[in-house]
């Protein structure tokens, strides 16, 4: 059976984009089909200013709406990164592969740093490293498959041309793995501004829809999301990226194909309402089940305790065997 590995970071609330572009098909499919490992990647949450009390409760947040979403213990391993040391041993000896300059070249690095400076901070060197960190949390799993939205496509790649590097250096070790996108809404855009991603960590606005806004909210921010100038409703993300956007969502929360349901629209109002209910559909039963899970919280803290401890027994072997061929000493 394949493996899988994906993960969430806990650095602000859940989108609908996390929704469309990973959590829903890590649900629907992957915990079904493969051997398959979600986590919440805490660590990675480090790499930006960050308040502690907040990252423990968007990791508690993120680790409940993931089993919200769906995900089932018994079908699957969800765990929270920091309780797997193996992925920071792991990360190390993979800076010692990995080159300065592949990944000063990563997009996600140069766009966070950038907006850092503009802020006149100070830019992390984890936030240089942790594409290394991702490698590590991937390789450490034999993992064959991760499925992720397009953003996380180059750090797919890296993780690869590691995995390769190494193996040709050391030895074969590790499994190098492929990506997987989902075929719609791969690339949910923001609502104000369909020019960039909607993401979680971009500072509260109309233009994001979270996993657990009510329905009145959801129902504004989608009636007041930007179009384009033209009037009639057609599928181009190039020259029409607003009602492309909208046309991406509808297609990911009640099925179809963006282009042909362009087709059914004469307006741009009929479309937002209609992609307004269906996100008001699609989100209430997560929500729902979120809020039994809140008040069980003992029931989640057990699902992560048994799920660390799977997960540890997985990675060890993999990351012993690096630690191996790289050319540590074993311990006696
Ligand atoms: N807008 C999106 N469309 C499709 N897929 C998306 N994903 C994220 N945003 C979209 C996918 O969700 C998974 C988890 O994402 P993540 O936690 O690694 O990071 P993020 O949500 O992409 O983060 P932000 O909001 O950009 O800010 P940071 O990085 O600071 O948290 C991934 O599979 C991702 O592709």
């Keep these: 059976m394949k493996r899988v590995f994906s993960g969430i970071k806990p650095t602000g609330h859940l989108t609908l984009g996390n929704y469309l572009g990973a959590m829903r098909r890590w649900s629907a499919v992957d915990q079904h089909e493969a051997d398959a490992l979600f986590c919440v990647v805490d660590l990675h949450a480090l790499t930006v200013d960050h308040d502690p009390g907040r990252v423990r409760r968007l990791s508690r947040q993120a680790a409940t709406l993931l089993l919200a979403a769906g995900l089932d213990p018994e079908l699957c391993t969800v765990f929270v990164q920091s309780h797997v040391d193996e992925h920071a041993r792991l990360s190390y000896l993979l800076e010692c592969v990995a080159t300065d ?29 942790y594409p290394v960190l991702m490698a590590a949390d991937i390789l450490a799993y034999g993992t064959d498959e991760v499925p992720v939205g397009e953003d996380q496509a180059q750090h797919v790649e890296l993780t690869r041309d590691l995995a390769v590097r190494f193996n040709q250096r050391y030895g074969r070790t590790f499994v190098v793995p492929r990506t997987t996108h989902p075929g719609v809404a791969a690339r949910v855009m923001n609502l104000q501004d369909p020019t960039s991603k909607m993401g979680k960590s ?11 806004d009510e329905p009145e909210v959801v129902r504004k921010k989608i009636m007041r999301a930007v179009t384009d100038s033209g009037r009639d409703v057609v599928y181009d993300p190039e020259g029409r990226p607003g009602v492309s956007n909208l046309l991406e969502i509808l297609a990911g929360c009640a099925g179809g194909d963006p282009a042909e349901l362009a087709g059914a629209y004469a307006t741009y109002g009929s479309l937002k309402k209609d992609t307004a209910e269906a996100v008001v559909e699609l989100l209430g039963p997560v929500q729902r089940r979120h809020k039994e899970l809140c ?11 048994e799920g660390a401890g799977k997960a540890r027994e997985m990675a060890r072997p993999t990351v012993d065997a690096a630690y191996r061929a790289i050319g540590l000493l074993p311990p006696g």
């Design 101 to 129: 300059g592949e990944t000063r070249r990563m997009i996600q690095y140069r766009e966070k740093a950038a907006a850092e400076r503009v802020r006149g901070g100070s830019v992390r060197l984890s936030l240089l490293t």
């Design 202 to 212: 971009d500072d509260v606005g109309p233009g994001i829809v979270y996993l657990l």
């Design 295 to 305: 008040a069980d919280s003992a029931y989640v803290e057990g699902v992560l305790r």
